[in-house]
């Protein structure tokens, strides 16, 4: 599994590859954004409800996902890009998958669809994420999968278990906790309440690791070198 930085902050010289968050930018901002620090290999991460910008742009925006894709690959190795599932009121599911069918013709790169938790969102319940594994490729985001299994981290390793096989192309990697009723990222992979070890030693096969965690480059390859020692017991 190659490990990915999120972000362009302090990046590290370890990572594999850096996850570039597109989201709400303009083709020009993103090739700005990697000429500051040029990295061999990247994956984008689309829109979601951030800086004004929303996944049920898709509509509008699919055409400059391919811009960036075709620009940044005159300069790196794009490894493929995420996107985040429109509402389901406003989308129906194969109009949405029709479209990232266009972006992986044109752009002739792998697109990842991420599982979600919202329910008003597509491949939010588990029931969902299994049956769409059978006909499109996705990025899994392991915490929002835990939140989907209603935070019950048996369920949540009996459905990793099931994932066993699946096209996954990328694993959204972090922990998370509870508090006060709120679900929070924790800042390290032994942060939270999720069984972790357990989930990646089941998911060992997916291709692509991005490290979502905040911090600098010390964080990302501390994280980084726990993740490799996990994945090296699996």
Partial sequence: MLVGQMGYQARSCWADYVQLDVCGKSVTDVCQQWEVHPCERVILHGDWTKRGASENDIGKRWRE????????????????????????????????????????????VPVFVENRSDSSRWFSSVEEILKGLEFVRMTIDLPQLWISCRYDNSLFLSVCERLQRAPIGELHVANAKRINGRTYVGRKLNDGEIWLEEALQRLSHVPLGTLEILGGAATFESEQRQLQSILGGA
Avoid at 83 to 93: A, C, D, F, G, N
């Fill in 65 to 108: 996902y391919v811009e960036m894709i075709l620009a940044l690959k005159a300069k790196t190795h794009v490894l493929g890009i995420t996107i985040h599932p429109p509402s389901r009121r406003q989308w129906p599911l194969s109009s949405f998958l029709e479209i990232c069918g266009w972006i992986e013709r044109e752009a002739c």
